[in-house]
């Protein structure tokens, strides 16, 4: 009964290739977020979706593309992953777009070599 | 930049003692939480203050507003071995599109049994 799942969980690849990290909830939130993690366990927010309409993205590089097919899934794809891609990668959901509390999913530490 | 900063980075106390956290902020804000993120794990949410809120608490834990300050504190009293965990302040600020959560660079406490 997992509330919000991503998977995978670890994901290590060469620069240059193409991943992307699958985020479902099912606690029936309209909103759904995706952060990202540093080394220095900054944490800084990159997207939000609503109802899969795109309502926040924080000057993230061309090569990551969010997808929402539907409210309870938000996946993220990168294109040419670069060395400064590694990181980990938090998806998150809140009920709506407006609701203060956020639900966090247990994240994906992606590593590029 | 980080719009919240945790003070101390790092804190070790023996159990049963208080562990106290502290946060600044830059900018006006709607409300602030703090979430708990256990090695490896996602973020937890804890507890949320609202700006015309000084004080609440939640079981062993109490958390300070100080809006001309721009600061916060959390406190997590009678500490246990299990509180061990990094501790994450984010501020929330409302924008037409939603709301969106900045976190500070948090606070990892160790609690030694």
């Known amino acids: 009964d997992t509330a919000v799942s991503q998977t995978p969980k670890y994901l290590v690849t060469q620069m240059g290739n193409d991943k992307s990290i699958k985020c479902e909830q099912n606690l029936g939130h309209d909103t759904m977020y995706w952060y990202k993690q540093d080394s220095k366990k900054f944490l800084k927010i990159m997207f939000s979706?609503?109802?899969?309409?795109?309502?926040i993205n924080e000057t993230v590089p061309n090569r990551f593309s969010p997808k929402s097919p539907d409210k309870a899934h938000l996946n993220l794809h990168i294109n040419s992953l670069e060395l400064g891609d590694s990181a980990v990668y938090f998806c998150?959901?809140?009920?709506?777009?407006?609701?203060?509390?956020?639900?966090f999913g247990p994240g994906t530490r992606l590593t590029v070599l | 930049s980080q719009q919240g900063e945790e003070d101390p980075q790092a804190l070790s106390i023996q159990e049963g003692e208080n562990a106290t956290m502290n946060c600044s902020y830059k900018t006006s804000i709607n409300n602030l939480q703090w979430y708990r993120q256990n090695s490896g794990r996602g973020l937890v949410h804890l507890i949320l203050?609202?700006?015309?809120?000084r004080e609440k608490h939640s079981g062993r834990l109490r958390v300070t507003l100080d809006t001309s300050k721009k600061s916060s504190s959390l406190l997590i009293t009678a500490s246990r071995a299990a509180d061990t965990a990094s501790y994450f302040c984010?501020?929330?600020?409302?924008?037409?599109?939603?709301?969106?959560?900045?976190f500070g660079g948090g606070t990892r406490l160790m609690v030694k049994p």
């Open positions: 203050i609202r700006s015309n809120e």
């Open positions: 984010a501020t929330v600020s409302w924008y037409n599109a939603g709301n969106m959560l900045t």
């Open positions: 998150a959901s809140s009920q709506q777009r407006y609701t203060d509390t956020q639900y």
């Open positions: 979706y609503n109802n899969k309409e795109l309502i």
